[in-house]
């Protein structure tokens, strides 16, 4: 019996190690279309999110881009990472894209995030985080 509690032991310690290296995030202002590396968490703060519209989204060269605008009320620069998700209109994500946007005091600023992948013609633009 030690030796059988031994080996399960073992193959737990293994799964364990091995289900901790998984992928990390990608960086910001990162693009693609691999739905093996789509993020699963994003940062999205419900107070930034709703200074973020999403308005534009439209077929670009190699893919798809999504575009809006962000404003800053606050009496410092705020910093927004802005996360899309590019989907079918199954809502299947083929994509996905972030940028960083520095907003002054009291300013709106123009965002853009282009991803590269073979885009669906029912293509839908999802503003999916703002952190």
Not at 29 to 57: E, F, K, Q, Y
Not at 105 to 122: E, I, Q, S, Y
């Amino acid at each position: 019996m030690p030796c059988r509690r031994t080996t399960s032991i073992l193959i737990l310690v293994v799964l364990v190690a091995a289900s901790a290296c998984g992928s990390s995030s990608p960086p910001s202002n990162h693009a693609g279309g691999d739905p093996t590396i789509i993020p699963t968490s994003v940062a999205n703060n419900p107070d930034l999110r709703s200074s973020v519209a999403l308005s534009g989204c439209a077929l670009a060269p190699g893919g798809w881009e999504a575009s809006g605008t962000a404003g800053n009320q606050a009496k410092t620069v705020a910093r927004y990472t802005i996360t899309v998700f590019f989907t079918t209109g199954d809502a299947t994500v083929e994509g996905f894209g972030s940028t960083k946007v520095d907003i002054s005091p009291g300013k709106r600023a123009d965002w853009r995030v282009r991803a590269r992948f073979p885009a669906d013609p029912t293509t839908t633009c999802v503003l999916r985080g703002v952190g």
